[in-house]
């Protein structure tokens, strides 16, 4: 048995972060999710994420990721697969899973457009399906799962180091932005009504791309009417600029000498002027807090002062001394993002860790874009690359 991967050819999109200049354009996530253990949160975080605009509406991609074996069921899905690497779903109701039915379900009760999809591949190029998906549909954003869930004492307990590597494959090769949801149970067991929402979430500022990216879909959050985002932003004393590093079990905070760059001097512009909106057009349920750091202490104690709350968005990689990042443990969450989904800080709050869209990714892709009017055309029919080949 050998298995066949059609190339892929894509043609080149515009928005593939959730910051953009124009906020009425369609905003599209592609939603991974491994087994029902995922649905009910990740069916939260979409509901957070509809926002309010008439325009600017949400379309979800539900991808069932699913590992390919030898299984007589499992192969006979794939033979159904479509030889052009599209994604595959079979549309006869007896063959819809209940995970699906949960999705189609929610589509039912909200305005948010859902489309179902599995991917059916080996653990160590099920990645491929992944990121060829989210650039066919033009995603903004992946969402995953993290490789590890919450036990009953509140510890993680992980699913596996080939889920992890799924994971790291998509950061290095990604499309577009993308998100690591480390679930505490957000929005707990049960897929909550839109009427019933009621969540606080936190947004700590460092600065960068990725905290910038994170900070832009909480603002996208805050438009939801059951939903309070506190903007938490830390200012280092005059002079001196914030510098992150992580080690090996914990992460180290420092307050170095000054030394910003184009790039920050963007990021604080955005920043100001996504506050600035949030004022304007949000003034119900932003916060913006700020606080001076003088220490990795300054910094811890203002996290845990917020730990009580449902949800945290952080970027991965904020602005960090140079050549000074030793491993960690958990390098897909960065350094902050590690900190809060130890036991150390909280066992309620849950944390989606953001990557901002990295342009390095497209050298070398696993898509090849080409400006072809055919692939407008697209359908959005669901999902499998791997076609057996006997």
Known sequence: MAVYKPARRGAPYKNRTVKRKDLDTELRLLVCFHSSRNIPTMINLVECSRGTRKRGRLCVYAMHLMELSERSSAISMVHKARKNGLPFWNKKPEDKDQMVIAFEAYQQLSSVTIRPMTAISALNTIHEDICTSAHQKRAAMILLPFHKHQRVDGSLESLGHSLREVNQRVLRHSPCSVGILVDRGF???????????????????????????????????????????????????????????????????????????????????????????????????????????????????????????????????????????????????????????????SNTASVLVIQHFNPNAILHPLVEEKEDRDMDDIPDTPVTKDTLMW
């Open 187 to 345: 929005g707990g067991t049960t897929q909550v009504l839109a009427s019933d929402v009621s969540y606080n979430i936190v947004v700590p500022f460092f600065g960068g791309h990725d905290d910038v990216e994170a900070l832009a879909y909480g603002m996208r959050m805050a438009e939801h009417p059951g939903i309070m985002v506190t903007v938490l932003k830390f200012v280092a004393p005059s002079g001196k600029t914030l510098l992150t590093l992580h080690g090996q079990d914990t992460s180290v905070i420092k307050v170095g000498n000054d030394n910003n760059s184009d790039k920050e001097a963007d990021c604080e512009l955005f920043f100001s002027e996504l506050i600035q909106h949030a004022a304007k057009n949000l003034q119900d349920s932003v916060r913006h807090v700020e606080r001076v750091v003088e220490s990795k202490a300054d910094i811890v104690a203002a996290l845990k002062s917020m730990s009580k709350n449902n949800l945290f968005l952080v970027g991965r990689m904020p602005p960090i001394a140079p050549n000074s990042l030793p491993s960690t443990d958990t390098p897909e969450l960065g350094p902050v993002g590690s900190f809060l989904a130890s036991s150390n800080f």
